[in-house]
């Protein structure tokens, strides 16, 4: 009989590293990335509404985000974004962002919870709100990465945003990525010219 607090226990176990594959912990996460119930987004959303170690939080945002990309729920995309209004810890919180990247986000979503982390002083925060916006479809959230990528500083935040607008940029994203196609940063440089390829292609496609 499935519980839901076993896999949560198994899934935030601490162990000596030890390759993936060996760890107890790799296990239930496989298990997880299979769930297809609806029933347990209500029951993990009751588990979230108590107090959790961060790892038992960050087990229950991975369950959250994958029986929702199974069943494609609008309600599991929601939740995780609320509840990233509620995290502190800038582990569990990356973990919830790097989760949102996969589920897709309807164009009438509030995205607030993630483009007010593009400013966070984190910078692993920040760069997993980045990623988490590729699965947006709003016009707000392309217009947030233009504006971002024309006035950071940050070679790791240009990066990150290159990666993303190159799934979710349109025509309006060119400019701001052309000026980086000629950074003296390889890094740099070589996302700038995917980005506006893999944009180019999508707009020729349309």
Known sequence: MFS?????SRMSLIEPAKNSADSTSWHPHR???KLSDPTMIDELLEYLSKKHSKGERKAAYFLLAKVGKNIKS????HALL???LLEKDKYALATALDLIADLPL???EDITPITNLLSDSRWLVRHSAIQALRSASSEEAESRLITLLENTKDDSDKIYC????SFIGTERSLPAIQANITSRKRDIKAS???ALEKIQQRIAAQ
């Open 74 to 77: 609008a309600k599991a995309s």
């Open 4 to 8: 839901l607090a076993d896999i949560i």
């Open 31 to 33: 298990e997880a990335e």
């Open 192 to 194: 700038a010219i995917n």
């Open 162 to 165: 290159h990666s993303t607008l």
């Open 106 to 108: 309807s164009e009438d």
């Open 82 to 84: 609320q509840h990233i």
